[in-house]
Each structure stands twice: as structure tokens, then as C-alpha cells.
């Protein structure tokens, strides 16, 4: 049986991974979707709680 690491690297190398990498590095370089994330984690960990 495939780890999931095996099965992750055989997913990025096929053409369906190669764009979902494609994408998730445009999305990684828009202001828009930084924000996103850094509010994301800020509530993950705890942080900007308001009572």
C-alpha cells in the first residue's frame, strides 16, 4: 500500500496536479488571498479575540 506522501508526489506529477500547483501559486501571490490567510491563522491561534 501507497503512503500518502507516495500518493501525494504521483498526484503532482500528473497533468490534473500540475495545475492544481499552478493555481495554488497564483492564489499564493494575490494580496487578496494573503489576507485571507493571515486572518485564518490569527483565529487558529488564538489571537484578535473580542469579548
Same mark, same amino acid.
Given at each position: 500500500?501507497?503512503?500518502?506522501?507516495? =500518493?501525494?508526489? *504521483? $498526484?503532482? %506529477?500528473? @497533468?490534473?496536479? &500540475?495545475?492544481?500547483?499552478? =493555481?495554488?501559486? *497564483? $492564489?499564493? %501571490?494575490? @494580496?487578496?488571498? &494573503?489576507?485571507?490567510?493571515? =486572518?485564518?491563522?490569527?483565529?487558529? %491561534?488564538?489571537?484578535?479575540?473580542?469579548?
Amino acid at each position: 500500500m501507497a503512503s500518502i506522501v507516495d =500518493r501525494i508526489k *504521483r $498526484l503532482l %506529477r500528473s @497533468p490534473q496536479g &500540475q495545475k492544481a500547483r499552478a =493555481r495554488a501559486e *497564483r $492564489l499564493a %501571490r494575490d @494580496p487578496r488571498t &494573503q489576507a485571507k490567510a493571515r =486572518r485564518l491563522l490569527t483565529k487558529f %491561534r488564538g489571537g484578535g479575540r473580542r469579548y
